[in-house]
């Protein structure tokens, strides 16, 4: 543990980050404004974490916020890194990281598909990824009702059943 506090305090003395978190022995949580991202992770990479292993995305729906997590892993030292920051959900933008991590465009595309996030700078954060020919709301947003999606997209089917397990037999 007295090495993941000494990655903090690096972390400390050249950023302000808003939270930090050991989550378990060889994972740390950084929190940071917007403004420091950028700065962040190029700095951690050049400090060994060179694997971005995904990027994803959290509906804070009641804050109106978006979290964008990127989780970098260094492969010398087994440790793991979440640099952590919210954006606002009702304009979800932020600027690429694929010049840093050149293999963030497509997790920047996935986020897009599935949350909204636009990133900006990536030329292809908008192309489709998974969801051919989608129109409505992002399918993880909290926001987001399947139920009425599918009485919007699908006719109603009745289902006829054949069997009917009696008590005690295996349904």
């Known amino acids: 543990m007295n090495f993941m506090n000494n990655i903090i305090e ?28 950028h700065s962040a992770l190029a700095y951690l990479k050049s400090q060994g974490w060179k694997q971005l ?30 640099v952590r920051t919210k954006i606002d959900r009702d304009n979800p933008k932020f600027r690429t990281v694929i010049n840093i991590y050149p293999g963030a465009e497509m997790y920047e595309r996935d986020v897009h598909e599935f949350f909204g996030v636009e990133f900006e700078g990536n030329p292809n954060h908008e192309k489709e990824l998974f969801l051919e020919l989608w129109d409505d709301l992002p399918p993880m947003r909290k926001d987001f009702d399947p139920l009425a999606y599918s009485k919007k997209k699908f006719d109603v089917r009745e289902y006829k059943v054949d069997f009917i397990p009696k008590e005690g037999e295996a349904e």
């Open 10 to 37: 690096d972390i400390k003395s050249r950023f302000n980050p808003e939270n930090t978190e050991i989550v378990k022995k060889n994972q740390i949580a950084i929190d940071f404004k917007n403004e420091e991202v």
């Open 53 to 82: 292993t995904i990027l994803t995305c959290v509906d804070w729906i009641k804050e109106n916020k978006f979290q964008l997590v990127y989780i970098l892993m260094n492969w010398d030292n087994s440790i793991t890194i979440q």
